[in-house]
């Protein structure tokens, strides 16, 4: 029997420059689990940097607060929750 594809959720509430330097830890964790499926939770306005990009199977939107300074919890997607939970 085949062990399962391992998972693996990246999350980033922050930035869209805390999006740009995660990009190598994504393409690291890729070249280590090259089988992984690899998901990015980012804010809205960076997921068109990820959204093709070869190391990450999917990425999940979280609507931003209106001040980008306050570090605040978004609601996981409840389709995360449930691929990932």
Same mark, same amino acid.
């Given at each position: 029997? *085949?062990?399962?594809? /391992? #998972?693996?959720?990246?999350? *980033?509430? %922050?930035?869209?420059?805390?999006? @740009? @330097?995660?990009?190598?830890?994504?393409?690291?964790i890729r070249q280590r689990f090259p089988d992984c499926e690899l998901h990015a939770v980012v804010p809205e306005a960076? !997921?068109?940097?990820?959204?093709?990009?070869?190391? @990450?199977?999917? !990425?999940?939107? @979280?609507?931003? %607060?209106?001040?980008?300074? %306050?570090?605040?919890?978004?609601?996981? /997607?409840?389709? !995360?929750?449930? #691929?990932?939970?």
């Open positions: 029997m *085949q062990s399962p594809r /391992p #998972k693996i959720l990246t999350v *980033q509430f %922050k930035s869209l420059g805390d999006t @740009v @330097v995660s990009i190598p830890t994504l393409v690291a960076s !997921v068109p940097l990820l959204d093709h990009h070869p190391a @990450v199977n999917r !990425v999940w939107a @979280v609507p931003r %607060k209106d001040d980008p300074d %306050k570090i605040t919890t978004a609601p996981i /997607p409840p389709e !995360v929750i449930a #691929k990932f939970g």
